[in-house]
């Protein structure tokens, strides 16, 4: 019952996902971040099988950091959509990843941007986009109170409304999410929303 979606806003990109780690019936952790900070200005929220999404993602930051290393220049958002598309794409033919992407950057020229990139090698630019099951109460609410011109303020206060709509509606909701920001300031976590913590294991 995996949740991520996203925004863009007035000078900024937010993305949400749900921290639940589930195996078939069972949640093995309820703290697991789903959204990877690629660069300095680029978060990667995915959503998926565990070990796809691990792995791919992880593979994408290190290549992102291999590109500015070799080249002295960051990857631009757009540049770091194609090349996760096309990496998906690739795979697609050999050993496909069972993974779902909501890509968000800034840019110094372009300014704020968000991708929405699937298991089948998808690409799309967009303003808002969603995953998994909650996408669909997470869209409906984005559809009603979205606007281009939010402040990160409105932005946070729809993403709680979406959060509690996913709560409130699907039948197995995921209890925590995390939430992060990326602006001219970088990418950043901004806050938690949990309802049920992880209890510490004793070593006795």
Not at 69 to 77: A, D, K, Q, S, Y
Not at 108 to 127: M, R
Not at 163 to 179: C, D, G, H, T, Y
Request: hydrophobic share 40%; aromatic share 10%.
């Amino acid at each position: 019952m995996e949740c991520v979606f996203g925004m863009v806003g007035n000078g900024f990109a937010l993305v949400v996902a749900d921290s639940s780690a589930v195996h078939s019936i069972l949640v093995h952790k309820s703290n697991e971040d789903k959204i990877m900070i690629l660069d300095s200005h680029k978060l990667m929220g995915a959503s998926g099988e565990a070990g796809d999404r691990a792995q791919f993602t992880e593979y994408v930051q290190k290549n992102v950091a291999l590109y500015q290393f070799r080249n002295g220049i960051p990857l631009t958002t757009s540049a770091t959509a194609n090349f996760t598309r096309g990496e998906l794409a690739t795979a697609l033919r050999k050993n496909p990843y069972m993974v779902n992407i909501i890509l968000a950057g800034y840019d110094k020229e372009t300014g704020p941007s968000l991708y929405y990139i699937d298991y089948i090698a998808t690409l799309h630019k967009v303003d808002k986009a969603a995953f998994g099951y909650g996408s669909y109460f997470s869209l409906a609410m984005m559809d009603r109170h979205y606007r281009k011109d939010m402040t990160v303020e409105e932005a946070i206060d729809l993403a709680d409304k979406c959060i509690m709509e996913i709560r409130s509606r699907l039948v197995v909701a995921p209890p925590n999410f995390v939430i992060k920001i990326v602006d001219k300031d970088g990418a950043r976590e901004y806050a938690w929303r949990e309802s049920v913590k992880d209890t510490p294991v004793s070593n006795s």
